[in-house]
């Protein structure tokens, strides 16, 4: 079982940054596949990104693409979502996700996730 537990969340001016992170249990976070996805008010939950178990691969939805930046540190067991230039259309909760799978390929369907935090509320205003 995998607890994830993101913060780094707020209220930020357009054209601003923030840095979500997202802090994983157990020694397999070291292996797993990490995402972000983010939902917005009666919307469906997209896809952000994707880093795979070393970080040596990502993947971007176009809407962040150039923008946002994720990473990884493994040895604390964490995941981060650098938000730079910041739209009101970005305006969400984000939700920190990990696969079960070890050593897989990044992955942007929900259903390829097991494991969900809690979510973090991002909110850009103009």
């Known amino acids: 079982q995998v607890q994830l537990v993101e913060s780094g969340g707020g209220l930020v001016q357009a054209g601003g940054s923030l840095r979500l992170s997202c802090a994983a249990s157990g020694r397999t976070f070291k292996s797993s596949t990490m995402g972000w996805f983010r939902q917005a008010p009666g919307k469906e939950r997209e896809f952000v990104a994707t880093?795979?178990?070393?970080?040596?691969?990502?993947y971007y939805a176009d809407s962040v693409k150039g923008r946002f930046t994720i990473s990884r540190d493994n040895a604390k067991n964490t995941v981060y979502l650098q938000m730079n230039s910041l739209r009101p259309e970005d305006t969400a909760v984000y939700y920190c996700?990990?696969?079960?799978?070890?050593?897989?390929?990044?992955?942007?369907?929900?259903?390829?996730?097991?494991?969900w935090g809690q979510g973090t509320q991002v909110t850009v205003s103009s």
């Open positions: 880093i795979n178990w070393n970080g040596g691969t990502t």
């Open positions: 996700a990990a696969d079960s799978s070890p050593y897989g390929s990044i992955a942007i369907i929900r259903a390829d996730y097991d494991y």
